[in-house]
């Protein structure tokens, strides 16, 4: 079977335990993007197999209309949004799916909130530049910069509490916050549940967390569903974390909110666009 591995940025497939188990099999790694619909449907036009890697690749109607020997869809973790399955099942092309690997996502995200809160990233470059004794002094329209700040008695809100939520309210229980849990009705009582404090208004979990992270799998329902107006009540020096995907923030909320924060912010910039979204992202 011809098996080809889509966007493996790290190049790290080949070196699973794994990837022997296509041995037999013409199988072919591809490590860059494609540019464009064109080009993928040349790269894949002889594929019986694909192995998609996240949901980096889209596979559509028209992209399957060019790809005739295709025969099966592996998804690494869910299938999502970016796979037309009604297509897939009129064109005879079998999907499945993996289960992924929670705590991986609720490590990177506690990895950020550590981080940012700590001001590591500050301190490394200091580091590089000689300077490891010194901090970053807190400019005034800044209050994020400068020394670091500890997360016990703090509050972490928590948006869904499927599988990865639930970790990472663990982890904040386990350095001290107070777990703020918000989502559907069932997740808050299974929080509750868990002996976590949960909401039903969105309100109370913007205003009160010092943390704010989402959780939540990207659909219909859910894209864009943090707005300029949520983030408009997170306090000033709160920390914002998405480990899910970057469409649940509707876009242009970034723009508002740092406008918000700093007046007049020039947000044409990569620099001071970064600087602004380090505060909440």
């Given amino acids: 079977m011809k098996i080809l591995i889509l966007d493996d940025y790290q190049d790290v497939v080949r070196h699973l335990d794994c990837f022997a188990r296509l041995h037999g099999h013409d199988t072919r790694v591809l490590t860059a993007p494609a540019a464009g619909v064109g080009q993928l449907a040349v790269r894949l036009r002889d594929a019986e197999a694909l192995v998609l890697t996240r949901e980096r690749t889209r596979i559509t109607e028209g992209l399957l209309a060019r790809l005739p020997k295709l025969r099966l869809i592996s998804q690494t973790g869910k299938v999502g949004p970016h796979i037309d399955i009604d297509a897939c099942t009129r064109r005879g092309v079998a999907v499945a799916e993996g289960a992924g690997y ?18 590591l990233p500050a301190y490394v470059a200091n580091l590089y530049a000689g300077a490891w004794q010194q901090s970053v002094p807190p400019p005034p329209d800044w209050p994020l910069a ?51 404090a ?3 208004r969105r309100e109370e979990v913007f205003e009160q967390a010092d943390v704010l992270t989402l959780h939540l799998r990207l659909a219909d329902g859910t894209r864009g569903c943090v707005t300029a107006q949520d983030l408009a009540r997170m306090r000033r020096t709160a920390l914002f974390v998405n480990t899910s995907r970057a469409e649940l923030v509707a876009p242009g909320s970034w723009s508002t909110r740092c406008s918000a924060v700093v007046p007049g912010w020039p947000l044409s910039t990569s620099t001071n666009a970064s600087r602004c979204a380090t505060s909440h992202c």
């Fill in 102 to 119: 929670s705590p991986a996502t609720a490590e990177f995200t506690w990895l950020l909130i550590l981080a940012a809160m700590r001001r």
């Fill in 146 to 196: 400068g020394l670091g700040v500890a997360l016990a008695g703090k509050t972490l809100g928590v948006w869904s509490y499927g599988k990865i939520g639930a970790l990472v309210a663990g982890y904040g229980r386990a350095f001290g916050m107070r777990v703020l849990v918000h989502g559907s009705e069932q997740a808050r009582a299974r929080a509750e549940a868990d002996g976590y």
């Fill in 198 to 200: 949960a909401t039903a």
